[in-house]
Every structure is written in C-alpha cells, then in structure tokens.
C-alpha cells in the first residue's frame, strides 16, 4: 500500500468503500440494482470488529445488536418509489469455514487464494419496501465473508457461484472459474452441509453443472447462462436451479448478473425444494481485469 502524505483534512484517506445493493421482487416480476461510493473517512464509510462488527456506507450499514444478532439496513430510490430492506439477522448455526480451514486456492500461483466463510440460516424478521407498499418479512437469510489480496489467475475471465438452503436443513455452496478458452480451472471449492449439520467440502471432480437455458439483456446484450441442473453422483444430490426471473442483472460500474433461484430436486432418495442465489461474472468483460 503507496504511503499518503500527510493532510489535515479529516476527509483525507487512501481508501474508498463501495456497496451494492438489490431486490428482487418475484410478486412483481422486478429486480433494481444500486451502486455507491464512499471514502472511508468522515464517518462516510468504514468497518471495524472492536467492540462489535459493523460495516457502513452512508446509511447502507450491518450493525452488531449484540453477539450472534445483526441489523441490516439499506434504502435507495427506484424506479416505482423507495426500495428498502430493515432486517434483524439471528446467527443458528456454526459458520462453515470453505475449503481448508477457510483458506480457497484460486489459481496455481502461490498466494492466489481468498478466506471464505458463510452463516448459511440466520433467522430473519423485519420490513422490505418495494412498489409503493411495506410488508413484514421472515425468513431465512444468507451471509458470505470473501476476502484476499490477489486477483483471478491470467487465463480467468470469471465465475458462476451457487448457494442453496434447501427444506430438509441442507445448504450447499459451489463455484466454478471459467477461463478464456471456454474451460474451468481446477480450482474449485465448495461445501455440502448436510441436515445433521455435517460439512463436507466438495471439489470440481465431485459435481456436474449444466446450464440448461440463456438470457440475453436487452439493456447491455449481455448473453447469461439461465438455469441450471446439478449432480453430485456419488453423494446421491440432484438439483435443478432456476432463476427467480431472468432479468436480475446488475448493471453497475461493472456488469453483472446476481439474483434470487428456485431449487427444487432430491437428495439421497428423498424429494427437496429450496432457495438460492447465484452470481455470474465476466460474461460480458472480464472479472479478472476489472479486479486488476
């Protein structure tokens, strides 16, 4: 990190926080997707872990209630009126640390690699605003923690990332890293819990992904993959991933496709449904050179 000069201005700082944050309405068919950017100093935008976890841009901001307990809360003006989420998040189960002890191999170079954990079910509670109404909501909800120095390998263009929470208590993280030649790297991580709570970490050896459609954005002409099967033959899964709706691109600084799927399937003999998000990068530019 280049050294900063000193200033006097309490606005001075090397660092700039940037937020995404999205809806997806499937009542209404909708998806809206908002950016911001923020220096990290004045108050405008920062984290800390002491005493408790927070992270803020603005009023975009997770706040720590108290141990295991988070309060998220975010708002923007959409197309329709406000856009908002006001959610108290409960911690239920023990974070599933991917990969090693939480350390996930990207590419072959020594170091290009990412920490990674998930609080896979957080009971939630609280209010979402979208379409002129505000309803109460329950449910469950999913955090990622990723973090790293590096960037994608040289021949990386992007990634079709999958979580899934699934009615008999299962969850399921998996990923794959595209390259320029239409392959995927072998470096491939991923996590099953089983109902019991038992984590059982995955490689690409271990599971088939299959797109089973596409989508093509009229807004950037961006062509997604758009569903999905997805076979784990010797651990007795078979899922089927289809998007809430088609159109949850994010059309950002950098373009984008992330939103809300419907899982539905059988695992080890017994018929499942569920819930998942999936994100997919580098479709229409490449991931790795907008990391670098």
Sequence with gaps: TPEMPARASDLATNQVYMAHFALTDGGRGEHE??????RGAGGLAGATGEPLFGVWLEDWRVDT?????YHLVAAAEGADGPVALDLTLHETRE???HGENGLHQKG??????????????????GTVTSGGRTVDVGGLSWMDHEFSTSALTGNAVGWDWFSMQLDNGAALMVYEIRTADGGVLPYVNGT????DGTQQAVSEEDFVLTPTGQWTSERTGITYPSGWTLVFPDLA?????TPLIADQEMDVSFVYWEGSTQISGAMRGEAVQGRGYAELTGYGASSGEFQR
Excluded: C, H, K
Excluded at 33 to 38: A, V
Excluded at 108 to 125: D, K, R, V, W
Excluded at 192 to 195: I, S, Y
Excluded at 237 to 241: A, F
């Design 237 to 241: 899964i078979d899922l089927t991933v």
């Design 33 to 38: 997707s908002f950016e911001r950017y923020s």
């Design 192 to 195: 099953v819990v089983w109902p």
């Design 65 to 69: 209630v108290e141990p295991g307990v």
């Design 95 to 97: 974070p599933v640390f």
């Design 108 to 125: 072959p170079e020594a170091g290009n690699a990412s920490y990674y954990y998930s609080l896979i079910q957080m009971e939630s509670t």
